[in-house]
């Protein structure tokens, strides 16, 4: 009979529990691939006694995804062989340079640029209801695939799963704008793949989509966070408008080779 849960298990699960309720923004994403995606994750710990002074988490799925984050000396993975990886990088320049580096000589180049993570939460939460926003469903399916790029069967799983729901603004009953969570926990939702079709931007829709989104996050006793690239000035005023602050800034780098930029 084997034990999940030996001794070295429980002390590490309670000193990143407690990592997470004194700081959730830093922590949300290791959190999250903890506690639901386990067989996909890889983390390494940086620790000075109870207290994590870096980490690196590493997620396998349908994009690989790392998290590099404070007192960092190595990346003990070698991203050249992840195929197409988003880094989150808050640590030292140094191994910064060292992803930006590998990236570079694995052949597809490094895309880098600079992201604000913002949060909104009962105090500075203004609604905006000027659309008709609401919660999508399966029978939105084909209209949420002509602004999402992915395919249907990955969209019905998005739109079915407890942890992506997806909200939607319509104009004469065509959905034109959607925004979703990717992750809930009880503190906090992250919400992201904020898109709206080109012909439609510039009216508020997708800041009516994210207010609903909000809204929903409030209601259930969490804050909501999102990043937003520092120069997108038309999402940042919009965002502020709604309530988010910055509460940090990182480094986002991505392997080219399995992106498109503008």
């Known amino acids: 009979m084997l034990s999940l849960f030996n001794a070295l298990n429980r002390s590490l699960l309670s000193i990143l529990k407690r990592h997470y309720l004194e700081n959730p923004v830093q922590y949300v994403y290791l959190m999250y691939d903890i506690l639901y995606y386990p067989e996909y994750t890889e983390l390494y710990l940086n620790l000075s006694g109870s207290r994590i002074t870096g980490y690196v988490l590493f ?18 993975i070698d991203i050249k062989d992840a195929g197409n990886i988003v880094v989150h990088a808050l640590t030292k320049p140094d191994i910064t340079m060292s992803l930006i580096e590998k990236l570079n000589a694995a052949g597809g180049g490094a895309y880098v640029s600079r ?5 909104c939460n009962d105090f500075t939460f203004k609604e905006y209801t ?14 949420f695939v002509k602004i999402i790029n992915v395919d249907k069967a990955e969209a019905k799983a998005r739109l079915t799963s407890p942890h992506w ?3 939607g603004a319509f104009i004469n009953n065509k959905l034109v ?12 939702w992250v919400i992201g793949d904020v898109t709206t ?31 937003v690239d520092e120069n997108n000035e038309p999402a940042l005023r919009a965002y502020r408008e709604i309530g988010f602050h ?15 930029y503008p």
Request: hydrophobic share 45%.
């Open 177 to 188: 704008s959607v925004g979703g969570t990717y992750i809930k926990l009880p503190e906090l």
């Open 246 to 260: 910055a509460v940090q800034e990182f480094l986002l780098i991505k392997e080219t080779s399995g992106f498109n």
């Open 197 to 227: 079709l080109p012909e439609y931007r510039n009216m508020g829709l997708a800041k009516s989509v994210v207010s609903a989104i909000v809204k929903d996050a409030l209601r259930s006793g969490a804050m909501a966070m999102l990043h």
């Open 130 to 143: 000027r659309h008709s926003v609401r919660r999508l469903g399966l029978q939105d399916v084909d209209e």
């Open 59 to 76: 997620w396998r799925g349908y994009v690989s995804s790392m998290h590099v984050f404070g007192n960092v000396r190595e990346i003990p």
């Open 165 to 167: 729901h997806y909200y």
């Open 115 to 119: 992201l604000l993570t913002m949060i």
